[in-house]
């Protein structure tokens, strides 16, 4: 089992997804209905001898971080300040206060959208991404690595 974990001291939701395959060679677990996948040591060490064709399954589990329900003021991330900004622009038209925070990663920053008032932020997310009068937006890591949100894009090319 591989975990992965935010930041020490969150408490963060587990959450865990679990996929049967065989070992073939290598550290190579051919999955079924999906890719391969190669097991290397940053993921939890060296794999014991193990024969070829055997069955595995394969869980990870992670400490799910919540950008979008808005549990502790979050209602959106992103890799790219423009759409925080613009984003943030936009709760303000609807009389949505909003604030822009940076969060640091080894490889990556995110901007993140906090709601200051409680109350606001079922608003803020309906508006968003939850409704389709809203901006129907889909989180950046829905896409592969630097790749652009499309479905930011396409809001900024309707309005």
């Known amino acids: 089992m591989f975990t992965l974990k935010n ?3 969150k408490i963060m939701p587990k959450k865990s997804n679990t996929w049967s395959g065989f070992y073939q060679d290598q550290g190579i677990i051919q999955l079924e209905n999906a890719p391969q996948m190669k097991v290397s040591q940053h993921m939890g060490g060296v794999l014991p001898s193990i024969p070829y064709g055997t069955r595995l ?8 971080v919540d950008y979008l329900h808005g549990s502790t003021g979050i209602v959106w991330a992103t890799y790219h300040l423009r759409q925080a900004e613009t984003i943030k622009a936009a709760l303000l038209a609807q009389s949505i206060g ?3 925070r940076e969060q640091s990663f080894p490889g990556a920053r995110l901007y993140l959208l906090r709601i200051p008032e409680a109350h606001d932020a079922p608003a803020a997310i309906d508006f968003i991404w939850r ?3 809203g901006m129907r937006l889909k989180p950046d890591w829905d896409y592969p690595a630097g790749a652009e949100n499309k479905s930011f894009r396409k809001w900024i ?3």
Request: hydrophobic share 30%.
């Open 7 to 9: 930041a020490p001291g």
């Open 131 to 133: 409704e389709d009068s």
């Open 157 to 159: 090319e309707e309005i």
């Open 57 to 64: 399954e394969v869980t990870l589990v992670y400490d799910e």
């Open 98 to 100: 909003c604030e822009v």
